[in-house]
T-cell receptor, first 114, second 110 residues
Framework: ETGVTQSPTHLIKTRGQQVTLRCSSQ?????VSWYQQALGQGPQFIFQ???????GRGNFPPRFSGLQFPNYSSELNVNALELDDSALYLC?????????????FGAGTRLSVL | AQSVTQLDSHVSVSEGTPVLLRCNYS??????LFWYVQHPNKGLQLLLK??????LVKGINGFEAEFKKSETSFHLTKPSAHMSDAAEYFC????????FGTGTSLTVIP
């Protein structure tokens, strides 16, 4: 177990709705990254937060947004859901200051958009 | 720009035989390379990591990978496959942002 927990584990939404996914990082970690994994694909980087600031973003539209809290937990928000947003969303935590750059992943939230 | 290419989408081996999962990378500077494994309904688990200290990297569960700069490869091997090795394997390159390959599904035949 990595100590990274995500909630909920499964979620069903309809097109146009908004969704919030949550992630608790491993104790002592200060960086959280979010990835989208479509069925049969490798995970794609959405964005990363370091000490509550966005620290890099992948090729995702602005309707994908995030937050990191003082305890380093994080949220991923997706507005105006589209069918193609159906995927497994993975959160990963790491300790940026040590430059170890190993990311520890949660089990993910599976989002289905109908 | 950084990227990885996993050369096989599916690999099937018999239990007790060697495993070879192939990965080529592209990076404009000395890369950090990883192999992760994903079992069904589980998160991604780190198998091993290369960071230039040694070209042969040993990981968990008997896996190892060899970094070959001349071939821009980072293939994953295991001498003897076990049923529990059946899973999806991802080759990854990156620093703070990870770039994943498309994955190799490993089937182990009893």
């Amino acid at each position: 177990e990595t100590g990274v927990t995500q909630s909920p584990t499964h979620l069903i939404k309809t097109r146009g709705q908004q969704v919030t996914l949550r992630c608790s990082s491993q104790s002592g970690h200060n960086t959280v990254s979010w990835y989208q994994q479509a069925l049969g694909q490798g995970p794609q980087f959405i964005f990363q937060y370091y000490r509550e600031e966005e620290n890099g973003r992948g090729n995702f539209p602005p309707r994908f947004s995030g937050l990191q809290f003082p305890n380093y937990s994080s949220e991923l928000n997706v507005n105006a859901l589209e069918l193609d947003d159906s995927a497994l969303y993975l959160c990963a935590s790491s300790l940026w200051d040590r430059r170890e750059n190993i990311q520890y992943f949660g089990a993910g939230t599976r989002l289905s958009v109908l | 720009a950084q990227s990885v290419t996993q050369l096989d989408s599916h690999v099937s081996v018999s239990e007790g035989t060697p495993v070879l999962l192939r990965c080529n990378y592209s990076s404009s500077y000395s890369p950090s390379l990883f192999w992760y494994v994903q079992h069904p309904n589980k998160g991604l688990q780190l198998l091993l990591k290369y960071t230039s200290a040694a070209t042969l990297v040993k990981g968990i569960n008997g896996f190892e990978a060899e970094f070959k700069k001349s071939e821009t490869s980072f293939h994953l091997t295991k001498p003897s496959a076990h049923m529990s090795d059946a899973a999806e394997y991802f080759c990854v390159v990156g620093g703070n942002q990870f770039y994943f390959g498309t994955g190799t599904s490993l089937t182990v035949i009893p």
